[in-house]
Nanobody, 119 residues
Framework: QVQLVESGGGLVQPGGSLRLSCAASGSRLRITAMGWYRQVPGNQRELVATIPAGGSTVYEESVRGRFTISRDNAKNMVYLQMNSLKPEDTAVYYC?????????????WGQGTQVTVSS
């Protein structure tokens, strides 16, 4: 069983910054990719950024240059540093972790953390 706990959301003014954190716990985790998604009511969940175990990071076009994803493999944590926030970044942000189990990979999701960008 894998559990994800997110933290760091909140209310921030346009142009401000927030840092999201996500901690994964479970026995003998073999994590491959880690990432962040976001969702607004009425819309599908969309990828914000992803960081594979040994490859290049991928960013959604509208956040490239403003957001930075990073991970700490020793602690099974993934972070999302969000700078120059805009009102359109307002959403519930979800942490995603992909775990390798035998020949299969499974996706796990955090509970979501609200980010609101408003003056």
């Amino acid at each position: 069983q894998v559990q994800l706990v997110e933290s760091g959301g909140g209310l921030v003014q346009p142009g401000g910054s927030l840092r999201l954190s996500c901690a994964a716990s479970g026995s003998r985790l073999r994590i491959t990719a880690m990432g962040w998604y976001r969702q607004v009511p009425g819309n599908q969940r969309e990828l914000v950024a992803t960081i594979p175990a040994g490859g290049s990071t991928v960013y959604e076009e509208s956040v490239r240059g403003r957001f930075t994803i990073s991970r700490d493999n020793a602690k099974n944590m993934v972070y999302l540093q969000m700078n120059s926030l805009k009102p359109e970044d307002t959403a519930v942000y979800y942490c995603n972790v992909r775990v390798l189990s035998g020949p299969w990979e499974y996706d796990y999701w955090g509970q979501g953390t609200q980010v609101t960008v408003s003056s």
